[in-house]
């Protein structure tokens, strides 16, 4: 039987403050934890329904698995239907991250809302980009609303937590690199001749980069308005910018 502490557990991690004293995280889903099993990540408990276990029991030989009904596992987590399984993982390791020869990072200044990071998570895995760099005041990787919204693509982008402007120092006594912004009246994006490898800097929701990493801005970059729209999703943004750089290759 499923123990009412184990319960307690699994749902203390919709908590910020308890997934990283724990140091472990939700995955709801069937798509998500699908993808999950087939990630580097290690799971410490999976519950699913009966039906799931059927369907990917091959997959489950080597994890802690155990069998609740539908209505045991949306008490548990977060998604008002789920029919098929929630995982228990441990996250991965704060590391620093970089990037290598003809490669982009993403560098996040202050994305406060989670569906917006998960959107730009499953974005940057489309274009092919790995490492996400997050401002220590960008929502938490890890949030469950984060993961649901990747879509499964957090399994495949690793992402590093620091203040953003250290970073940059740190990175900059490195190599020369080329940091790009996007800003709201810059180099038309449809034009702009991308490097072969950089950092792309992407700005809160409502008040684009902050003047402190701004000052770290290499190349300025904008998405041509044509209407009459005040101003475009970050996630939206994201996407823009990546095909236009993706074009160039």
């Not at 996040?108 to 401002?135: E, F, H, M, Q």
Request: include cysteine.
């Amino acid at each position: 039987m499923f123990s009412k502490q184990q319960q307690k557990y699994v749902q203390s991690l919709q908590i910020k403050k308890y997934r990283q004293e724990h140091q472990r995280f939700l995955v709801e889903g069937a798509k998500s934890v699908v993808e999950l099993l087939a990630a580097d990540f290690e799971i410490e408990l999976l519950l699913c329904t009966e039906k799931f276990f059927i369907e990917n029991e091959k997959k489950l030989k080597k994890i802690s698995v155990e069998q609740i009904s539908q209505s045991e596992l949306e008490k548990l987590g977060t998604l008002q239907s789920n029919d098929a399984a929630l995982a228990v993982v441990k996250m991965r390791e704060n590391g620093f991250l970089m990037a290598d020869e003809k490669e982009f990072v993403l560098i996040l200044d202050d994305i406060r809302d989670p569906g917006n990071l998960g959107t730009i998570l499953r974005i940057a895995d489309w274009y092919g980009i790995k490492k996400v760099v997050c401002s220590l005041n960008t929502v938490d990787f890890y949030n469950p609303k984060v993961i649901s919204a990747s879509m499964g693509s957090f399994t495949r982008i690793k992402a590093y937590y620091s203040e953003i402007s250290k970073y940059i120092e740190n990175i900059d006594k490195i190599k020369n690199i080329e940091i790009i912004g996007t800003f709201l009246s810059s180099e038309n994006v449809h034009h702009f001749d991308f490097p072969p490898s950089g950092y792309i800097v992407l700005g809160n929701e409502s008040n684009g980069i902050s003047d402190e990493v701004e000052k770290f801005i290499t190349k300025k970059i904008t998405i041509p308005r044509f209407g009459q729209a005040e101003s475009l999703n970050v996630g939206i943004a994201t996407a823009v910018v990546l095909d236009n750089l993706k074009r160039r290759e």
